[in-house]
């Protein structure tokens, strides 16, 4: 031992398990001649170094760090040097102790991966299960951490010499890649991709066992294929993804711009929203009806790249995945009438009986659901729509650190929200609590949340609804229940995400939500302050003849637009070939099973039943949908609306509606019109409260066209808009608000 000898103690914290960071450290103690040993254990990745260069491995650590790593923190200490130590090895991993590190999202092939799997003189040829340290499956194949093999759903499967030799090897790229595995020892097709692929081009459906549950595909330019795929599987309106080879193909159907292509080509491989092409090759007419927008996603799993292959006519190397690709297949969610998804081999089979005509699936196990995440651009920035595999379990970071608290979520696009210190773990989108199966789902993302992040709550934050199921979940927990009023979460959620810690003033624009006294809310000015938010305005109040069932008739919400002018006696002419027009409009004028709303989205369902977008809808939110995908360029009907004690009244907008020359025009005026509407009827309270900011929260705000003018409209008056990007601006993102404002009651 050199006197010169430095000897560091150094624990690092973040996503630093499962990433490939402990050979990163043996690589670099082997640069720089430094002897000790590095392990992973609840914390995160703990290291002791020894010699004189040892600070020089403390900078690389983050310098040079894995490509899947995220270092959240480096602590360092000098310790005693020790003698007679001669090299540096890698521990195993210790179990002991409460676990503060995480589980990374599962990442797509990398390109290594990529290069091995189309070299016919590699031994993992065409094998649909490869994937190295800086790939594969994470998430949904853990049962427990620390993040070891035995600890995954590869426990059983014993790796051959040659792969256990790849995974002692420290210098090795699969060097403890857990799920790392090949033709020899590895899991097995049911089916090999050739039959795949033969069966989507002769128009069958075809359910394919993914990484967070199996997907059902069909050739998605063959329109009898599409359409009963939407038929059989109770799909109503609702739009299909795509997935394509390659960013090329994807240019064939949609635009892109440079941060668009990043979030496409990205490792999570999420879906994402992108505006068509008007000279796109045909589709079938049933992927997205009426949309401007089409989802899309590149392959991410070996099987979705051997599928692509085949159709290529199996060339050698990777050169061809940098070239337009014809094969375009529908990909969407194996969850027929709205349950979750499937992800056992005899559930599929048993589920998916009399939907798909072939089912392909595997014998590694999916321990974990996990929907495809699905994000679009907003004003510059991404956004998600959907938070799932690819993103799920990545911590948002708090302004502080809360205590232990479970928040679970709403009714609708239900998830589940754990905190631990400053992280909050927002689960993947679990789906509508209306269900025995998606209950059974829910509880079993909190059981398996809580398991893997060791942390046992003190409380359980919910919404004030107290029919949601997730309500009765919440109450009958055992933990103390804190009630969080829906709108109230909406701006909570994007608070924490932004890390705001002090009040704000907020606008909560959704479709529902319960309010204080049980109205009807969803247009609501709100100012913010911890486990306190007072309602300072709302929209105007809509009556909702038939209650819920306007939600899916916007002629109703039409309707009563016409009643609100004065023009009631246009509803029977309007809309009698679409239901019960007469009645309807009694039942508005004597107030009848008509509550009222104050919601931005039956707003919005006005505007579609008056301009004759969408009289009736397959699943809430189509028609404002099909409505944003008409503008072009919003317009601002000035003085089209009226503030009166707070209130923000749309009647006269939605009368310039009735005077358009087509709905185009139509669309485009509602949308600058309610923006530039609700700038105006916001500013006077941001300046009264001195604030600079204003945060945007709720469904509407899912709406690229509103969100980015407001953000516009916003900035012109010299105020900074927050718009929710880490956690969806649904309901999928109650969850975080419920936790962020029940921190504040413990």
């Known amino acids: 031992m050199s006197h010169d000898d430095i000897r560091l103690r150094i624990r690092v914290r973040g996503r630093v398990q499962g990433v490939g960071f402990r050979p990163h450290v043996h690589a670099l103690a082997r640069r720089f001649g430094l002897t000790g040993w590095v392990l992973n254990d609840p914390q995160g990745v703990l290291i002791e170094v020894q010699g004189i260069a040892a600070a020089d491995l403390l900078a690389a650590l983050t310098a040079e760090a894995p490509p899947l790593a995220r270092i959240d923190a480096v602590e360092c200490e000098t310790v005693t040097p020790l003698s007679g130590e001669d090299s540096f090895t890698i521990h195993h991993s210790v179990s002991a102790g409460a676990v503060a590190t995480g589980i990374g999202p599962d990442a797509a092939v990398c390109p290594a991966c990529l290069a091995e799997l189309f070299d016919p003189a590699d031994r993992r040829y065409r094998y649909a299960f490869l994937n190295c340290t800086h790939c594969g499956p994470r998430y ?30 420290p210098a090795d790229r699969r060097f403890h890649a857990q799920p790392t595995a090949c033709p020899i020892c590895g899991p097995q097709l049911s089916h090999p991709p050739e039959d795949i692929l033969a069966a989507l081009q002769a128009g069958r459906i075809v359910a394919i066992k993914g990484l967070g549950g199996f997907h059902l595909a069909c050739d998605a330019t063959r329109a009898d294929a599409v359409e009963r795929l939407r038929r059989v599987k109770q799909r109503n309106g609702k739009p299909f993804a795509l997935m394509v080879a ?24 999420p879906i994402v929203l992108l505006r068509r092409r008007e000279d796109a090759p045909e589709l079938a007419p049933d992927i997205a009806p009426d949309l401007a927008w089409l989802g899309v996603m590149l392959p991410y799993t070996p099987l979705h790249y051997l599928l692509f292959h085949e159709a290529a006519g199996r060339p050698n190397g990777t050169g061809w995945l940098g070239e337009p690709q014809d094969l375009t297949l529908v990909m969407t969610s194996a969850n027929p009438g709205g349950e979750p998804l499937a992800i056992g081999n005899g559930e599929a089979r048993e589920r998916l009986d009399g ?62 929200c754990v905190t631990r210190g400053d992280e909050a773990f927002l689960s993947q989108h679990i789906g509508d609590l209306d269900n025995a199966a998606t209950l059974g789902f829910l509880a079993e993302t909190v059981a398996h949340l809580l398991h893997i992040l060791g942390v046992e709550p003190m409380a359980v934050a919910h919404d004030k609804h107290p029919d949601f199921q997730s309500t009765r979940f919440a109450e009958m927990s055992g933990l103390p229940a804190i009630a969080v009023q829906h709108h109230h979460a909406h701006v909570a959620a994007v608070m924490a995400e932004h890390r705001i810690d002090g009040p704000a003033l907020g606008l909560a624009l959704d479709g529902f939500g319960l309010g204080e006294g049980g109205g009807s809310w969803g247009g609501e000015m709100l100012l913010v302050d911890g486990l306190r938010a007072e309602r300072i305005g709302s929209l105007a109040p809509l009556a909702q003849p038939g209650g819920d069932v306007a939600a899916r008739q916007p002629w109703r919400m039409a309707a009563s637009a016409l009643v609100r002018m004065g023009r009631a006696d246009e509803i029977v002419p309007r809309f009698a070939g679409h239901g019960p027009a007469e009645g309807v409009r009694r039942m508005i004028e004597r107030g009848i099973n008509a509550p009222l709303t104050s919601s931005c989205g039956r707003w919005f369902d006005a505007a579609c039943g008056l301009l004759g977008v969408r ?10 949908m099909a409505l944003e995908s008409l503008v072009r360029r919003p317009r601002v009907a000035e003085g089209a609306w009226r503030i009166e004690n707070g209130e923000l009244d749309l009647t006269p907008l939605l009368e310039r509606l009735l005077s358009v020359a087509d709905a185009t025009e139509g669309a485009e005026l509602f949308h600058g019109t309610l923006a530039a509407a609700l700038v105006d009827w916001t500013l006077p309270a941001l300046r009264s409260h001195g604030f600079r900011r204003v945060v945007l929260s709720g469904g509407c705000l899912m709406n690229a066209v509103l969100a980015e003018a407001l953000v516009a409209g916003f900035r012109a008056a010299g105020v900074e808009a927050l718009l929710p990007r880490l956690a969806p601006a649904n309901d999928g993102g109650l969850s975080l608000g419920q936790a962020w404002t029940a921190s504040f009651a413990l």
């Open 140 to 169: 949904t194949i853990t049962r427990r951490l620390p993040y070891d093999r035995p600890q995954t759903a590869m426990a059983g499967f014993t790796l051959c010499p040659d792969c256990l030799a790849e995974y002692r090897d």
């Open 615 to 624: 009289a009736v809808a397959g699943f809430e939110g189509e028609a404002p």
């Open 355 to 416: 939907i798909a005509d072939l089912i392909v699936d595997h014998d590694r196990d999916i321990v974990v659901r996990a929907d495809d995440s699905v994000v679009r651009k907003l004003a510059g920035a991404p956004a998600f729509l959907r938070r799932g595999r690819g993103h799920v379990p990545e911590p948002i970071r708090l302004a502080r650190p809360v205590p232990p608290i479970l928040a679970v979520g709403g009714h609708l696009k239900a998830t589940v």
């Open 246 to 269: 390659n960013a090329e193909s994807a240019a064939r159907h949609v635009r892109m711009d440079a941060d668009e292509r990043q979030l496409l080509e990205g490792v999570a491989r």
